[in-house]
């Protein structure tokens, strides 16, 4: 099992930025690709950003050129820095990854609350 610990949530203002962290523990070896998923209030949960685990980012297009993901293997952690923050990114932001050993197994944080607002 992997277990994944998000922080740097919170309340921030229209144009301010975040950085989220992620930390993984357990069986830190089945990590592969690490990605951040998002869930608003009454929508469906939506990829962020993901990195492989080479370190390839892909994200939704709604946060290119503001949302930078990067990841420290060393450290078995993601990052998600986030920029030019809009109202419409608030969500419960999630991290996420995927077991390499086992196809389809997914493990997921608990989530970390990111409020933009004025």
């Known amino acids: 099992q992997v277990q994944l610990v998000e922080s740097g949530g919170g309340l921030v203002q229209p144009g301010g930025s975040l950085r989220l962290s992620c930390a993984a523990s357990?069986?830190?070896?089945?990590?592969?690709?690490m990605g951040w998923y998002r869930q608003a209030p009454g929508k469906l949960r939506e990829l962020v950003a993901e990195?492989?685990?080479?370190?390839?980012?892909n994200y939704a297009d709604s946060v290119k050129g503001r949302f930078t993901i990067s990841r420290d293997n060393a450290k078995n952690a993601v990052y998600l820095q986030m920029n030019s923050l809009k109202p419409e990114d608030t969500a419960v932001y999630y991290c996420?990854?995927?077991?390499?050993?086992?196809?389809?197994?997914?493990?997921w944080g608990q989530g970390t609350q990111v409020t933009v607002s004025s």
């Open positions: 996420n990854t995927d077991d390499r050993f086992v196809a389809g197994r997914y493990y």
């Open positions: 357990g069986s830190t070896s089945r990590i592969n690709a």
């Open positions: 990195i492989s685990k080479s370190g390839i980012p």
